[in-house]
């Protein structure tokens, strides 16, 4: 299974001191771009893989959204998703994405935001989401971009000129990559963007959008401390449709 | 229009020492991997935007190919193709890719090899080739991966680990890069994955296949060379269909 490193102390006591543990959707930068991906949701049933405190799936709701399954491997992050949420259209639950069944065309939307790259097998996943949900229903999700997580330890270096510089190494050698990211050996798996898009045609989904997410100017004179994302993408946004 | 640097006599004495220059196809590593995006070609009509020597026109008549129509913007390129050809099914002619107009679905396939990163509107271009093409018609082709076109001066660095790392800097800062290869001051256009992606989707077509091209364990102990195209991807490939 998925590790399941949300439910350490360490980890789950960092990850709820994040601008987007605190405030949401709207503290995470990269928010209005999926606005745009996502498709009307009044009326159509959601999942939320990996849905952490469940910041999107009262989103949902509020748009009008008829149901919201959200999922989680991490106990602490269902229990406080729970104790935030009062509205009867959404269900949490404890599931490891790595062996999700789902039942056959059950939702009109499945969305994730930073979860896949926590997950090994992501075409048994892409299979299982086309599966699940209606045939022209809409897959969007945001996952770390794989120049972000191709080298061991990702890091600013200096290039000898005084500027600082993202370095990239073992872009092909696909697989595990541990890190320290709010706590010690972080498991993340490292995949090409190329094997991320066969995998979801491969599933049978159509895709519309690629976007290796990158702030607004007008966010970046909103927050200079983003300018460093126009330098190297960290987010990479899909949209695919069954 | 596009820059002609490969009618300049420096960039064009380089250009035709390359291995991909002398032994054709089978002096780029990426070929193999091309070929497996391929239709058959047998009976089908073919353009090649940047047909350089004529070798992949070659190619495609030796596979029975119908037609090709060879376009590049250099003089000197069409003379040698002209001159090493004597297929009647193949054409040659000069065309600036930029403002290029092509006959109503016309080809069963366009193709293209390492040219598209010259081109600055490569949405006018992926409708040109949308409208030029049958119904279920192929476009496949490579295209320098914007991982190695974002910085400047594209080069190894050291990150102080002794570990050679490639720089990535100013990734969504897309538009103009002018670097020295083969001859000063080379205009290109760098682009990401999802701008090129998008600009397929856009002009119609649908996304078949997405590889961020790397060599075989063989091809790398054939060529050790080769080893440094796994630390970061060089080309992009890209099969798509109307």
Same mark, same amino acid.
């Given at each position: 299974?998925?590790?399941?490193?949300?439910?350490?102390?360490?980890?789950?006591?960092?990850?709820?001191?994040?601008?987007?543990?605190?405030?949401?959707?709207?503290?995470?930068?990269?928010?209005?771009?999926?606005?745009?991906?996502?498709?009307?949701?009044?009326?159509?049933?959601?999942?939320?893989?990996?849905?952490?405190?469940?910041?999107?799936?009262?989103?949902?709701?509020?748009?009008?959204?008829?149901?919201?399954?959200?999922?989680?491997?991490?106990?602490?992050?269902?229990?406080?998703?729970?104790?935030?949420?009062?509205?009867?259209?959404?269900?949490?639950?404890?599931?490891?994405?790595?062996?999700? *069944?789902? !039942?056959?065309?059950?939702?009109? /939307? #499945?969305?994730?935001? +930073?979860?896949? &790259?926590?997950?090994?097998?992501?075409?048994?996943?892409?299979?299982?989401?086309?599966?699940?949900?209606?045939?022209?229903?809409?897959?969007?999700?945001?996952?770390?971009?794989?120049?972000?997580?191709?080298?061991?330890?990702?890091?600013?270096?200096?290039?000898?000129?005084?500027?600082?510089?993202?370095?990239?190494?073992?872009?092909?050698? *696909?697989? !595990?990559?541990?890190?320290?990211? /709010? #706590?010690?050996?972080? +498991?993340?798996? &490292?995949?090409?963007?190329?094997?991320?898009?066969?995998?979801?045609?491969?599933?049978?989904?159509?895709?519309?959008?690629?976007?290796?997410?990158?702030?607004?100017?007008?966010?970046?004179?909103?927050?200079?401390?983003?300018?460093?994302?126009?330098?190297?993408?960290?987010?990479?946004?899909?949209?695919?449709?069954?």
């Amino acid at each position: 299974m998925a590790q399941n490193i949300y439910d350490q102390p360490e980890f789950f006591m960092g990850y709820s001191k994040l601008p987007r543990s605190i405030h949401g959707l709207g503290g995470a930068p990269e928010w209005p771009a999926i606005q745009e991906l996502l498709p009307p949701l009044a009326g159509r049933r959601v999942v939320d893989l990996g849905c952490g405190f469940g910041w999107f799936a009262r989103w949902a709701t509020e748009q009008g959204a008829a149901s919201v399954l959200g999922l989680d491997l991490s106990q602490r992050m269902i229990e406080r998703a729970k104790a935030e949420t009062g509205h009867p259209a959404i269900e949490y639950r404890i599931a490891d994405l790595e062996h999700l *069944e789902l !039942p056959k065309a059950s939702f009109d /939307l #499945a969305y994730s935001s +930073l979860v896949f &790259h926590y997950i090994e097998d992501f075409d048994r996943l892409a299979k299982t989401v086309h599966h699940a949900i209606v045939r022209n229903g809409h897959f969007v999700f945001s996952i770390e971009h794989p120049i972000y997580m191709a080298a061991e330890q990702p890091g600013w270096l200096d290039d000898g000129s005084g500027r600082m510089t993202w370095p990239v190494r073992r872009y092909a050698a *696909e697989g !595990p990559r541990r890190t320290d990211w /709010l #706590a010690r050996d972080v +498991l993340k798996y &490292h995949r090409t963007i190329g094997t991320t898009l066969n995998a979801l045609i491969g599933a049978g989904f159509t895709i519309r959008h690629v976007q290796e997410w990158a702030p607004t100017a007008g966010q970046v004179a909103a927050s200079p401390a983003l300018a460093e994302e126009l330098e190297r993408p960290m987010i990479l946004l899909v949209a695919c449709q069954r």
